[in-house]
């Protein structure tokens, strides 16, 4: 690190504020990374002031380094004026692309005129408006103002950096492997002897009590000699990639080809319709073979591409999916069918108890607040309310309580029609 090209909050004295021509408040964003504070100096220095090691708020500039960051409660196109208005001037406009930039009155008139000379600012200055320091420098009479960086956010930089890869080389460490997206056939209507529709595989973590399932599905989309007419000896088209997540799973993970044969029929036609299904996602059998595919991802024009692109998607989200060693392939009998038993007597207790509940949804008016989320409260609501019924139970059928007909939602449904109603009266008025 260059020391010469670093200062410290406590370089910032009185006589760096007198020689401060401009500066640029860029706030932290979660697209746009960490903001920072930019100045340039009347000796051709500009000064980045890296929000990240910052001992206090980026929001409180004015109380903890210079009064000359405190703003009014003015508005101008969505930002608050600067005090320090009668001596400088505010620099806005969709040119410059900024939220909050500030200009010394003695060098304003000649920022302003090299800044309207589009030839002058494509030439000279890195990232055009974006980069107003650079046009700043240009104003003083320099093409190259000496960088000065903010000691602490070079440090919580170098931090980052050092944590990122630290991650990076967990991550490659432990990424799911192709070996480890196991692509199992799927056919019409489940049965071996109809053609085959694609391929499936699935991945499987334990999220505390539950099992995560992220399934992929390729698609063979036959060949179309026109519309609505296909050739299947042409073999597939195009491989159509799609995405499901489920939060939880109920079935074996793995199956048998001894499984699901059909009694009283031959060998050979037992073998012909077996079939290669799970059970996927809360009280509903889900059939992989032609049921809900989930999300498109993208249209690939040979299967290897898909299972790379699937096995890349699974990785960037392996906080769904977990990594090679959170990987579930084999989920014992009995577990199995202890959490199914889990499962029945929860929608057991739901059915015994439905009136109580429905009590407590259709009376609730315990938010905090108006813009409060619900489901915490009116959870502890209903278990309060209705004992008899645990919370994990409750969690379990959560998903099918009608919560349409909870107090709030009525309201605002209510509060809808009126507005419809309102613009259908507008419309049959011949109102604009």
Not at 108 to 121: C, G, P, Q, S
Not at 153 to 171: G, M
Not at 230 to 249: A, Q
Request: charge should be negative; glycine fraction near 6%; aromatic fraction near 12%.
């Amino acid at each position: 690190m260059d020391e010469e090209k670093t200062f410290d909050l406590d370089d910032l004295d009185d006589e760096f504020w007198k020689k401060v021509v401009f500066f640029e408040i860029q706030h932290s964003s979660g697209l746009g990374g960490p903001g920072a504070l930019w100045m340039v100096t009347e000796d051709k220095k500009k000064y980045c002031l890296g929000f990240q090691g910052l001992p206090f708020s980026e929001y409180d500039l004015a109380d903890n380094l210079h009064p000359m960051f405190l703003q009014t409660n003015k508005l101008e196109n969505g930002h608050h004026r600067y005090v320090i208005e009668d001596d400088w001037h505010y620099i806005h406009g969709p040119e410059f692309h900024t939220t909050g930039a500030m200009i010394r009155d003695d060098i304003y008139a000649k920022f302003i005129e090299i800044a309207k000379d589009e030839n002058l600012i494509k030439e000279k200055v890195e990232f055009g408006y974006y980069n107003l320091p650079d046009i700043v420098g240009l104003a003083l009479g320099t093409e190259s103002l000496e960088r000065i960086d903010y000691i602490n956010f070079l440090h919580a930089r170098e931090e980052e950096e050092r944590r990122i890869k630290e991650i990076n080389e967990e991550h490659e460490k432990n990424k799911l492997l192709p070996e480890h997206l196991i692509w199992n056939p799927m056919y019409m209507n489940s049965m071996i002897v109809n053609p085959i529709l694609g391929e499936y595989a699935l991945i499987v973590k334990r999220n505390e009590e539950k099992l995560a399932v992220m399934k992929f599905t390729i698609i063979f989309q036959p060949y179309h000699v026109k519309p609505m007419q296909i050739d299947l000896s042409k073999g597939p088209e195009r491989y159509i990639l799609f995405e499901k997540t489920y939060h939880d799973f109920y079935g074996p993970i793995d199956f048998s080809s001894d499984e699901n044969k059909w009694e009283n029929q031959s060998e050979e036609i037992e073998a012909g319709f077996q079939t290669s299904r799970h059970v996927l996602a809360f009280f509903d059998w889900a059939c992989l073979s032609d049921g809900d595919y989930g999300m498109f991802l993208c249209s690939f024009l040979t299967e290897e591409e898909a299972k790379e692109y699937a096995l890349c998607y699974a990785n960037a989200n392996s906080h769904i999916t977990g990594n090679r060693n959170t990987l579930i392939t084999h989920l014992e009998p009995k577990e199995d069918h202890q959490r199914r038993v889990e499962r029945y007597e929860a929608y057991q207790a739901y059915r015994k108890y439905y009136k109580e509940i429905m009590d407590v949804i259709v009376n609730f008016e315990g938010y905090p607040d108006y813009t409060s989320g619900g489901a915490p409260f009116l959870k502890e609501a209903i278990l309060k309310e209705v004992p008899q019924i645990t919370e994990r139970q409750l969690t379990l059928v959560w998903r099918d309580l009608p919560i349409v007909l909870e107090k709030r939602t009525q309201d605002v449904i209510e509060m809808e029609r009126q507005n419809s109603m309102v613009q259908l009266q507008k419309i049959e008025n011949g109102d604009k």
